[in-house]
């Protein structure tokens, strides 16, 4: 069998036609059951907002890919010239590659950004959710995670972060350390106010205050996203409590000046305040800097670091790559043997699926166990494992008359039917 | 017998002074865990070390240079270990534990016999006096070193040019909150040690207070470390005013403890 991955990125396809080869959540199991009537033995579909991509794995790849094709001109209306201008086929060893450096945010938009993997997984689950997976794509989509995060734990890709909020966010963690406990006031209601209220919400601030010249809006946004509405007219007092202000409205001058922090700053007792104004033209006069224990950026100072933070991303990028190749490597030699001898890689796999079914229930049982000790638990179980089936791919390995390899064969099957019953007799004791 | 404890404790200082290092580089976890086993390692085998030259002597052992730096460097270890555990902060652990280790290193150009205790100084008031002072100091010393952090790390988030130490090491407010705490810790024990000492000239010298250089400069530390405290609670100083404040307390204790022993002399130039 092969492995192929059909499919159009933000590097192969304008906006206009991403949008177009859009999936959405709903639409994928259907997809994924025409693609199994089409003949395709295992597939797995990737959609979000800058790829539209295919994995799968068949014995006739040139007919598959024709079906697809041919369903994604039925479906979305597009002409197949179009289709073959913005996408791309990669096959075999190309194909993993690939979809490592999907996962590991190699070959996203903004280099790094750890959301995709969260998709990728998204996209297995639902796979496997569909039974469309099997063998082949399970062994694929379980190493690409663990890629991912060797990435992510031996590269700083992802260490600095890039967009306006997470950055925001990011800086005032260096200022105020734990921001659990801190007041943030959201002045305007907009589109960028709303972001960046998800980000706060997400980093589990709950005193959230949203002021706007227009009350109805900044109810709304209140409602919507969550957060606590005041009148305007309040905002002097609001900035004398909260420890961190984001500004982001359509105002022509500045609606906070320097007298009026100097202000605010001797009610506050000089407590700090962070300030973020991501309005153009500005909401804070830049003035308010030089203030004592006050800290304004701008839009441009948030640019300024996010292009400073990409580059040393880039650099990053480069040792991710390393890892990436010497991971596409081993999967290389590991498909090799398997399809020699798909029972060794049956008997591997079996045992693996075990392993982790049991290592998952006693994490799920040790709930104070730190890192470690889980690390060691699975270390452990891993050398047990190996050890106990290594006699067994010896033995494969060295049948001639496929006799034995029948009989270990049927003992793994076996084990399937009895594992209830196993289960039953752990739960007894 | 007590030279090789004390080398072994400075062993697992730069030790940990190392691993604290190479975690703030590298950022794994595994090595500032050892860095930190290492800290406790040394500050125990330290004490021990003090310990047994207490009993050694048969008085406090803070009677000349070797002793004097020797327990400073373990109050700052000591203190270090407590303020770890209210805050995270491990990556001090690279400034300050490279001072503790220096510290002993220093200590080790003093001659480290045991010489027997001048009339003067055999009083219950040598321990009592000097624990304070010293605990003061140490204190004083590691709001020293943070100050110094804050002020860089505060220039870079106003700047934001680069974020080479604020990115690394503790927020802002934490560091704040650490001079805080430095500050209502060192100055009990400063006064304490002020006090005390006062007593013990009254017995000894036979006057409480006699504008002795050491005396003096003290009166002067604790007059800036007064002021501090006086315009963080009554006008809101905090932050960089406190730190260089703190700086400036800190340099007058240096006065105190060095300067006075090497430059000036007096009453209190023993060691």
């Known amino acids: 069998m092969q492995i192929v991955v059909f499919g159009l990125n933000h590097n192969t396809a304008p906006v206009e036609i991403r949008e177009k ?21 295992e597939s797995a579909v990737l959609s979000t907002c800058n790829r539209t991509e295919i994995y799968f794995c068949t014995d006739h790849t040139d007919e598959s890919l024709a079906a697809i094709k041919d369903i994604l001109v039925s479906v979305f209306n597009i002409d197949n010239q179009a289709l073959e201008k913005y996408t791309y086929t990669f096959k075999d060893e190309s194909s993993y590659k690939h979809l490592f450096l999907v996962a590991s945010g190699l070959d996203s938009m903004v ?22 997976t099997g063998y082949l794509l399970n062994k694929l989509f379980h190493k690409t995670f663990n890629v991912a995060k060797r990435v992510r734990s031996e590269t700083r890709i992802g260490y600095n972060p890039v967009s306006i909020s997470s950055m925001a966010i990011e800086l005032s963690k260096r200022i105020f350390g734990e921001l659990q406990k801190k007041k943030v006031l959201v002045v305007g209601a907009g589109e960028m106010s709303e972001i960046a209220l998800r980000h706060f919400k ?10 706007n010249r227009t009350f109805g809006n900044a109810k709304k946004l209140a409602e919507e996203v969550g957060g606590i509405p005041y009148p305007f007219e309040n905002m002097s007092d609001l900035l004398a409590q909260v420890d961190m202000v984001l500004t982001s409205t359509g105002a022509e ?15 506050r007792k000089n407590k700090t305040l962070f300030l973020v104004d991501i309005a153009v033209p500005r909401d804070i006069d830049p003035l308010v800097n030089n203030i004592e224990n006050v800290y304004l950026y701008d839009i441009d100072d948030l640019k300024d670091l996010s292009q400073k933070h990409l580059s040393d991303r880039m650099k990053e990028a480069e040792k991710a790559l390393e890892v990436v190749e010497g991971e596409v490597a081993k999967f290389s030699l590991w498909l090799q ?9 049956f008997v591997i796999d079996k045992a693996e699926a075990i392993r982790l079914k049991e290592f998952k229930k006693i994490s799920q049982k040790l709930k104070n166990a730190d890192e470690e000790t889980l690390r060691n638990i699975d270390a452990l179980t891993r050398s047990i494992v190996s050890k106990l089936i290594h006699p067994h791919v010896a033995l494969i390995k060295q049948d001639s008359d496929r006799e034995i390899s029948e009989i270990i064969k049927q003992l793994f099957t076996l084990e399937e039917k009895d594992e209830k019953d196993l289960d039953n007799r752990d739960e007894g004791q | 017998m007590n030279v090789l404890i004390f080398y072994t404790a400075l062993f697992c200082y730069l030790l940990s002074a190392l691993s604290y290092l190479v975690h703030l580089i590298y950022s794994k976890k595994p090595i500032e865990r050892f860095g930190h086993y290492a800290l406790l390692a ?6 021990v070390s003090v310990i047994f030259r207490y009993f050694q002597a048969g008085h406090t052992p803070i009677t000349n240079m070797f002793e004097s730096l020797s327990f400073f460097a373990l109050c700052i270890s000591g203190f270090f270990l407590y303020l770890k555990t209210t805050y995270k902060i491990s990556s001090l652990g690279c400034i300050v534990l490279p001072f503790v280790s220096i510290l002993l290193i220093w200590a080790l150009v003093y001659p480290t016999d045991i010489k027997p205790l001048s009339p003067v100084l055999r009083s219950y008031w040598l321990p009592v006096h000097t624990t304070f002072s010293f605990l003061g100091n140490a204190i004083f010393f590691v709001s020293f070193l943070v100050s110094i952090l804050y002020i860089i790390a505060e220039r870079e988030i106003k700047k934001k040019k680069s974020f080479l130490f604020s990115a690394r090491f503790p927020s802002l407010e934490t560091l704040d909150s650490i001079n805080y705490r430095c500050m209502s810790y060192g100055f009990p024990f400063l006064t304490v040690g002020i006090i005390t000492g006062s007593i013990w000239a009254g017995f000894a010298w036979g006057s409480y207070w006699s504008w002795d250089p050491k005396e003096t400069w003290s009166l002067i530390t604790w007059i800036v470390y007064a002021i501090l405290i006086h315009n963080r609670l009554a006008i809101g100083w905090r932050g960089r005013r406190t730190a260089y404040l703190m700086i400036a307390g800190f340099i007058s204790i240096l006065f105190t403890f ?11 130039s023993y060691m």
Request: avoid cysteine; glycine fraction near 8%; proline fraction near 3%.
């Open chain 1, 21 to 41: 080869l859009f999936f959405a959540e709903s639409q994928i199991p259907q997809l994924l059951n025409t693609l199994r009537d089409r003949g395709i033995e």
């Open chain 1, 111 to 132: 280099v790094g950004e750890p959301q995709i993997l969260g998709q990728v997984k998204d996209a297995y689950r639902m796979a496997v959710h569909n039974k469309t």
């Open chain 1, 337 to 345: 043997q398997s399809e020699k001898n798909p029972l060794i890689a």
């Open chain 1, 253 to 267: 001058k500045h609606l906070i000046d320097a007298g009026l922090i100097v202000q605010v700053m001797k009610k």
């Open chain 2, 258 to 268: 060095l300067g006075v022993n090497f430059l000036i002399g007096g009453l209190h």
């Open chain 2, 42 to 47: 040394a500050f125990f085998i330290h004490l």
């Open chain 1, 202 to 211: 997400k980093e589990g601030l709950h005193e959230i205050f949203i002021v």
